[in-house]
């Protein structure tokens, strides 16, 4: 059995730590075997726009990423097989790291065998992430996202944020967010121990379908989960804001199998106009070329004395 740490951030700084208690606390309950990978060790080029992935993986090919030339392969075949994943990852500007997103642009490119062996080997996977202030609320569904498309049909057991760790290793102080954390092991462990039984053991969440904390307004009373996309009714009850959402909503939501249905059917369908209108689009390209400006760009630099 073997678990794997995604670390985001400095080395030995507070998400790291709470990384490692976690670990420490899932090794006690099932013995697993432990690594941790941290994400700035990777170097990990952004995503280039050529949908080659999407289109490999919706007509027989491979789904694999055209950029084979940084660590993404490396990557993917260390985490493959792993039986759980955790990530811890700071916050930076109210969501993860830029390195945390651009793994996860990437992770859709990761290949049709990674996620077919992800299907039928479910890992057990949970997030954590750790601020520096209250600026913390739009981390949760990203992380979250990472972890999911690291791991398709996984079952995520635990997830938290947390804020005001500002300064390098100072969580070392806070023993509620340690024990947090360690708490957040133990359900890994549990779940790896018991894997038919696993599920979300972490807080509620407003959303019954993600257990996020965000919801959106849809026009009159209807509210969404803007993650999920479960949607319901919101109403005062006893002076209380609640939501009373739609059992088939929750049901479909976007990470169910209707839900997966629908985004490639919507998906399909938006390229299906793009491919009926190929002369039209190519008309206004041509027009929109002559624009009154110039593309301004960067010196080219000497790649000999760039620094990597
Ligand atoms: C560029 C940058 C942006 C940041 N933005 C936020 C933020 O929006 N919200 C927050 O709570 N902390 C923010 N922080 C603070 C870090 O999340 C905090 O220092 C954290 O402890 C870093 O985690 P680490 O020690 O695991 O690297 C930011 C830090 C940096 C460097």
Known sequence: MRIVGLSGGRRSGNNELMLKTALAAAKQVCGAELEIIRLQDLKLRDCIGCETCMRGLTTGGDGLCVVRDD???????????????????????????????????RVLGIGKEYQTYCRTHPK??????????????????????????LSKGSVIVDKFVVGHNPAPSMVVLDEAVLERAALLGRRVGEALMDREHAGFAGDSGVCPACHCNLLEPRGGARVGCPYCDAEGTAVIRDGSLVVEWDADKVRDNRFGPAGDAHHRADIAASHKKAGENRERIRQRVQELEDFDGVFVQPPKRDPSTTKE
């Open 71 to 105: 660590d993404m392969p490396w990557f993917s075949a260390a985490v493959k097989e792993a039986d759980a994943l955790i990530l811890a990852t700071p916050i930076y500007d109210l969501i993860p790291t830029g390195t945390v997103v651009t793994l996860l642009n």
């Open 124 to 149: 057990i996977g949970a997030a954590m992430a750790l601020g520096g202030s209250d600026w913390i609320n739009l981390t949760e569904p990203l992380m979250d996202l990472t972890v999911r498309n």
